[in-house]
């Protein structure tokens, strides 16, 4: 049963501290997301990935938030430095077939992050 | 503006009945998708159904149905036979930016099903 996977699940951090989240998307999808998901904002695109290259990030804070694609198995996510107000949820979602009407995104079980 | 809308922060159902979730949107746009994701407390999205604007049928998948009403604008949820397992957060999402692959959500609707 393929899966997207995230790491970790749970972080809790001070502020200023870097923090690094990991996703490794299903095998053979082309395309992956970083979404937050907030009470007040609910789910946001932050950035996206197709085939590793960036396409689009515009939903991500540029001075502190950083997105990278190593290879293809590996997706990263990093904040720094953190501060409270990143604190949310924060999912990685994989697709195969990207640009297609039909294209799902299957999403990973998410990252907990909280910064005190 | 290209939005999605859900209505019903909350709603209840008896256990066995059916229940119909909405969802409208508002886009301009011939060609998109329309998706509903589950979120139970342990908070994975999890994939329900797809539709297509072009399909003529409305999408089922098992005991989940896509009541899709172009000409409205809408794609209302149906789950018919309702478990307790059901109850949970359940997010719209549109695809309106097809050559870029990018989910738009609804604010969601919190499912409760009593026994």
């Known amino acids: 049963d393929a899966r997207v996977t995230q790491t970790p699940r749970d972080k809790v951090t001070e502020m200023g501290q870097e923090v690094t989240m990991r996703c490794q998307p299903i095998l053979g999808h082309n395309t992956v997301f970083w979404y937050r998901q907030t009470m007040m904002q609910g789910l946001e695109l932050l950035a996206y990935f197709r085939n590793r290259a960036p396409l689009d990030d515009s939903g991500m804070p540029k001075d502190r938030f950083s997105a990278e694609m190593p290879d293809a198995t590996l997706a990263t996510l990093k904040i720094q430095p953190s501060e409270p107000r990143d604190s949310a949820v924060y999912f990685c979602?994989?697709?195969?077939?990207?640009?297609?009407?039909?294209?799902?995104?299957?999403f990973g079980p998410g990252t907990r992050l909280t910064v005190l | 503006a290209q939005k999605i809308t859900q209505t019903q922060p909350g709603m209840f159902v008896q256990e066995k009945e059916a229940v119909t979730l909405d969802c409208t949107y508002d886009t301009s746009d011939q060609s998109y998708g329309l998706f509903w994701y589950k979120q139970p407390s342990s908070g994975e999205m999890i994939f329900l159904i797809y539709?297509?604007?072009?399909?003529?049928q409305n999408a089922t998948e098992g005991r989940y149905s896509l009541n899709f009403q172009k000409a409205r604008k809408s794609a209302n949820l149906v789950i018919s036979a309702s478990q307790l397992g059901d109850s949970a957060m359940y997010f719209c999402?549109?695809?309106?930016?097809?050559?870029?692959?990018?989910?738009?959500f609804g604010e969601g609707t919190q499912l409760t099903v009593n026994p």
């Open positions: 539709q297509g604007s072009y399909d003529e």
């Open positions: 999402a549109m695809r309106f930016d097809l050559s870029g692959s990018r989910l738009t």
């Open positions: 979602a994989s697709g195969q077939r990207a640009g297609a009407p039909g294209d799902t995104q299957y």
